[in-house]
């Protein structure tokens, strides 16, 4: 046992003192907070140059309100709301065109202004826009299509219009309309309980973004958590093996101590990364006040889960890394156990919608996917009943048994093999080799 | 466990820290060690030669019980069948195994304590080896900055720093320039004057002869010598001639019962199982005789003459 700690402890400290891990815990956060920072520093860093539009109204009318929504807009919209001083948006400026010679040849002249930065955009408006049945009404011509603030605004304005004149001429009451059109709103609740004094406490309104949210990121931590220490045991093992530090090692240790330690560093590994970002997850939610959402429970299940899911796949991964001969061997080893730790996230969305349904229960009691799937049910409300998760933790723990058997098995014999390239076939034969 | 105290050491070793019965070791068919009988005398030093392939590294494996054998019994520092007697037992693999990116006292403190010896005991010994291999501005430095030779003196420290009863070398000398191969041979020669029993594995028939106490070839899985150098050459008497004639080898064309078995340049080594007084007129009444001296054959003849080519030619037929 102390040879195995010995062991655990220098993985332990080789991964924490790698610039890797130093790089992700950094950087993470890093990411995170510098983009909050880069967004708050450009949030004004934006293009305030006057848009100028040009207008081809077959209409004859619309071409003016246009210009009264923009002159208003520019006037009251395009300024900081705190610091009315300051102008934050672009203002738009509109130039009428004749439309009697509104043809090709006008489209290219205008086009030709467009790029010459005269214009920046230019619009024709048929003179059949009111009509319900036509079609292509009104085009919009750019060549910076991906500004979006001018074509939406336009969109807003011209409907508006539009439907304006279309209710004028259909001589109904807009404001009626609108009034008696006024969409319903289902308010979504949670359950209704009665304290101990029997006092009844209504039900609090559900937040659907917390509720989505933090199941969501209960099972990407959990898949992150497994692919960033999982995987890195594949390559160590196999580093010791091509670098001839195997047989060093395994003089003094046996190969069970050995994968023993490896893989309790990297459990160890794994949960130092679950405290820093469960810690920085927690530090969010208390400070989007969301910490009334998660269930205590649910951070014992993480830590049981995430230990069990480390120990399956880390096994898996160990018992491939010590079979292989290079990093090509293990390439075509590593894509079944990779696909064994992404099956849950293509099951994401079907337990999402219905953690109770007869699949979520089924998928998430199949023991590879138990951890990420158990637990993105566990976050989900109203949760799995007790003893399904304790029957996943059983199922779990017996197959993580057999991983671990399996991985000594295979482990014992791979770790001073030479030469052959492995197969799935040959490494079932280790295992079940006296 | 810390290191070792002089009580310890002054407990009545076992007079064999190896000893093998009628070891055999099969890879599938292959069968890589037929039948080994072998005692290593405790504070000896021990020579394992033989080509390459013939079965010396499974040897030291089954020493270490990296291997079990399939049939046989494997007796280490007294203790039989298990890995017990590993903490006491350095070894210094053929390849070399050190981590690239640890540094070289981390890593040496790291595989003293796979032996059991604290980092606390570990310390000071590591200070004391980095300084005699003259490595002391090495220690904080990462092991992929080390050069090949500085590397090998490392994995040696790592093999003597928790002060093993039984020293495993494979091929400690290979890649080493002179001075650095003395300063390993010294530390070798030291390490057992202190007690500790040595086995190396060698292709320098020079060194093995030079240092060893006792001479083991092993050759197809079988062991083919055994014994003191002089027991060795003693069986195969003095039927070696050194020899330096005017004329060079050509002068030698012809006369009969002269078998060239080395050419050193300056002198011949010849086989002659007959009289040499005899063979000495012959040569004489050819060419004039400048050097006719009757001996022994070197180590390393006796190696070619067990694994020359023609041998496992007629092994074949």
């Known amino acids: ?434 | 466990m810390a290191l070792r105290t002089k009580s310890d050491m002054s407990a009545a070793p076992p007079s064999f820290a190896v000893n093998l019965v009628d070891v055999t070791k099969r890879f599938g068919t292959q069968v890589a060690v037929n039948n080994l009988s072998l005692q290593v005398p405790t504070g000896s030093i021990y020579g394992f030669i033989g080509p390459n392939g013939s079965g010396k590294t499974t040897t030291i494996r089954m020493i270490l019980h990296i291997f079990l054998a399939d049939s046989g019994t494997v007796e280490v520092l007294g203790r039989q069948g298990t890995r017990s007697a590993n903490d006491d037992i350095g070894y210094l693999p053929e390849e070399r195994g050190l981590y690239k990116k640890m540094t070289v006292r981390r890593m040496l403190l790291y595989y003293a304590a796979l032996k059991g010896v604290s980092e606390k005991a570990a310390g000071p010994e590591v200070d004391r080896w980095l300084e005699r291999m003259d490595l002391t501005p090495w220690g904080k430095k990462n092991v992929e900055a080390l050069s090949k030779g500085m590397a090998q003196k490392v994995q040696f420290i790592s093999a003597v720093l928790s002060k093993p009863k039984l020293l495993i070398l494979d091929e400690p000398f290979s890649g080493l320039d002179p001075v650095n191969l003395e300063v390993l041979r010294s530390a070798i020669l030291d390490v057992r004057k202190q007690g500790t029993t040595v086995i190396f594995s060698t292709h320098n028939m020079t060194t093995a002869e030079e240092m060893c106490d006792y001479i083991f070839m092993i050759y197809r899985g079988n062991k083919v010598l055994d014994g003191t150098l002089a027991s060795i050459r003693a069986t195969y008497g003095e039927d070696t001639i050194r020899l330096r004639v005017q004329g060079g080898r050509a002068a030698l064309q012809g006369v009969e019962g002269v078998e060239v078995t080395r050419d050193f340049g300056q002198h011949l080594e010849i086989r002659n199982p007959g009289d040499p007084q005899a063979l000495l007129q012959r040569i004489a009444a050819k060419a004039r005789v400048e050097l006719f001296e009757v001996t022994t054959p070197s180590l390393h003849d006796i190696f070619v003459r067990i694994a020359r080519p023609e041998t496992k030619e007629e092994a074949n037929a």
């Open chain 1, 1 to 434: 046992m102390r040879k195995i700690w010995t062991v655990a402890r220098t993985e332990y400290l080789n991964a924490i003192r790698s610039k890797a891990f130093i790089i992700g815990i950094i950087l993470l956060p890093v990411m995170m907070s510098g983009s909050l920072i880069v967004g708050k520093l450009t949030k004004d860093k934006v293009d305030i140059r006057p848009r100028k539009l040009a207008v081809v109204d077959q209409t004859g009318w619309l071409a003016p309100k246009l210009e009264a929504r923009a002159n208003t807009r520019n006037e009251k919209d395009i300024f900081d709301p705190v610091n009315k001083e300051k102008q934050v948006r672009p203002a738009f400026t509109i130039e009428r065109v004749d439309a009697a010679s509104a043809d090709e040849k006008l489209e290219v002249t205008l086009s030709d202004r467009v790029r010459k930065k005269d214009l920046f955009a230019f619009l024709i408006i048929r003179s059949n826009i009111v009509d319900t049945a036509a079609t292509n009404t009104v085009s919009y011509f750019t060549e910076t299509a991906s500004f979006m603030e001018l074509p939406n605004w336009l969109n807003g304005v011209l409907t508006d219009e539009i439907t304006r004149k279309r209710f004028e001429g259909a001589g109904v009451d807009q404001a009626l309309v609108q009034k008696l059109t006024k969409p319903v709103n289902v308010r979504q609740l949670g359950l209704a309980e009665v304290d101990q004094s029997g006092q009844v406490i209504k039900a609090k309104e559900t937040n659907r973004m917390a509720t989505f949210m933090i199941p969501f990121a209960s099972m990407m931590m959990m898949f992150m958590l497994v692919m960033s220490s999982a995987p890195a045991l594949l390559n160590s093992v196999l580093e010791e093996k091509m670098q001839k530090i195997a047989e060093v090692l395994i003089s003094s240790v046996t190969p069970f101590e050995l994968m023993a330690g490896k893989l309790i560093g990297t459990v160890f590994v794994s949960l130092t990364l679950s405290v820093l970002y469960l810690g920085g997850a927690a530090l969010i939610m208390t400070q989007m006040a969301l910490t009334g959402y998660v269930n205590p429970a649910l951070l014992v299940w993480f830590v049981v889960f995430q230990l069990l899911g480390l120990l399956i796949f880390g096994s898996i991964f160990i018992a491939i890394g010590s079979a292989c001969n290079e990093i090509r061997d293990a390439q075509s080893l590593m894509s079944p156990a990779m696909m064994m730790i992404v099956l849950p996230m293509f099951c994401l969305v079907p337990v999402l919608e219905s953690p109770t349904s007869s699949f979520s229960r089924a998928i998430s009691l199949f023991p590879p996917a138990t951890p990420m799937l158990m637990t993105l049910r566990i976050a989900s409300k109203p949760g799995p009943p007790l003893w399904e998760i304790l029957l996943g933790v059983l199922l779990c723990a017996a197959f993580t048994c057999f991983c671990l058997w399996a991985a000594a098995k295979v482990f014992r014999i791979g770790i001073l093999s030479q030469g052959q390239s492995p197969t799935i076939g040959k490494l079932i034969k280790w295992v079940f080799s006296k």
